[in-house]
């Protein structure tokens, strides 16, 4: 049974049936025949099926619900037992928003000298992904906003709280000020994140507060992006301050606050919510707890 709803999981993440198939190391036939047999077992259809996946039925929906439920469950326990006879080990899967990637070694780091047989997988994605990946058991833990968009059932964590900085050179535009309004910063030229990532939401939101309007000359999903060109000292950005702090900007550039009005907004991890939590995830939430003080800005 286990196995069929690792099945269905992988289908759901897919949304076909042979790039599920080859995900799980099965053939695709194997594939379509242990959906059937589950639906046998349950006495319900799960899949819409046509030439190709059409996605699944209402009872296929709650069904993967369950089978989210079973399979987390199945492996914590498996971890658990695990852990009773060996040190902790296994990789620890984190997927974590683009602006808070700099303080993952905040996380990391006492994590691994804790538990050094542990390894990490860090993924950058936006927002919806974190949770969309944490609800598929794809991911141990998330690292995102807590407080601006709907998070679902999850457990979170706080770490921070994120402010604004305005990035830019000292001879540029309000480059010289000690502190600039977020209806100054929309006179401004910038480079923004993509418009799907929560960070350039919540700049535009920002912006619209005031009656303006970003005007981004250059947008990227990527903050290296971000930071290669502000690091010239000729282009601009608006930035959370941690991040700024962790970037380690040069004299060419400077790291302004934002305010009228000062923004913030709480980043944390998010967690599932089931018990008992799995030993990696309990260590690691102790380990975001023991640091959170520390990466106050």
Known sequence: MIDKLELLLALAKERHFGRAAETCGVTQPTMSTSIKQLEEILGVVLVQRGSRFQGFTPEGERTLDWARRIVGDYRAMKQEINSLKDKLSGE?????????????????????????????????????????????????????????????????????????????????????????????????????????MQNRRIIDRALRSVGGEATPTLTSNSLLVLYTHVKTGRWASVMPAKLAETLGLPDKVRSIPIVDPVVNYSVGMVIPQRDPMTPLIAALVQIAREVAPSLQV
């Open 92 to 196: 620890l899967r984190i997927a974590a928003i683009p602006t808070v990637l700099g303080m993952v070694a905040s996380l990391t780091t006492p994590f691994r000298a804790r538990h050094p047989d542990v390894s990490f997988r860090i993924v950058s994605c936006t927002s919806a992904d974190v949770l969309g990946l944490l609800e598929n058991l794809e991911v141990d833990a998330g690292l995102t906003y807590l407080e601006n968009e709907p998070l679902g059932k999850v457990r979170t964590i706080p770490l921070y709280n994120e402010s604004y900085r305005l990035l830019t050179a000292p001879d540029a535009m309000f480059g010289d000020r000690d502190q600039v309004t977020w209806a100054e910063v929309a006179q401004v030229p910038l480079c923004l994140l993509t418009s799907d």
